[in-house]
């Protein structure tokens, strides 16, 4: 079992930034990527950025260039550095860690980005 716990979401205005933290505790060793994914209202699910255990990142086309992912293996926590924030990145964001057939969620947090 793996726990994830978020933190950093907040309300900010057009332009400014946040950066969402996920600690992750448990079997980490079984964790082959980890991820933040975001949930609109009246939206499915989607997939914002990943970071697999060699470092490869991924981004949705709509956050790259304004959105980075990083990790701290030392503290087991996952970064989610959102800069040039738009209106349109108001959602529920989700950590996840991919553990093979096994998938992990954590609680969510709540970004509004205001205009």
């Known amino acids: 079992q793996v726990q994830l716990v978020e933190s950093g979401g907040g309300l900010v205005q057009a332009g400014g930034s946040l950066r969402l933290s996920c600690a992750a505790s448990g079997s980490i060793f079984s964790v082959n990527a980890m991820g933040w994914y975001r949930q609109a209202a009246g939206k499915q699910r989607e997939l914002v950025a990943r970071?697999?255990?060699?470092?490869?990142?991924n981004y949705a086309e709509s956050v790259k260039g304004r959105f980075t992912i990083s990790r701290d293996n030392a503290q087991n926590t996952v970064y989610l550095q959102m800069n040039s924030l738009k209106p349109e990145d108001t959602a529920v964001y989700y950590c996840?860690?991919?553990?093979?057939?096994?998938?992990?969620w954590g609680q969510g947090t709540q970004v509004t980005v205001s205009s």
């Open positions: 996840n860690a991919d553990a093979g057939s096994d998938r992990y």
């Open positions: 970071i697999t255990r060699g470092g490869n990142t």
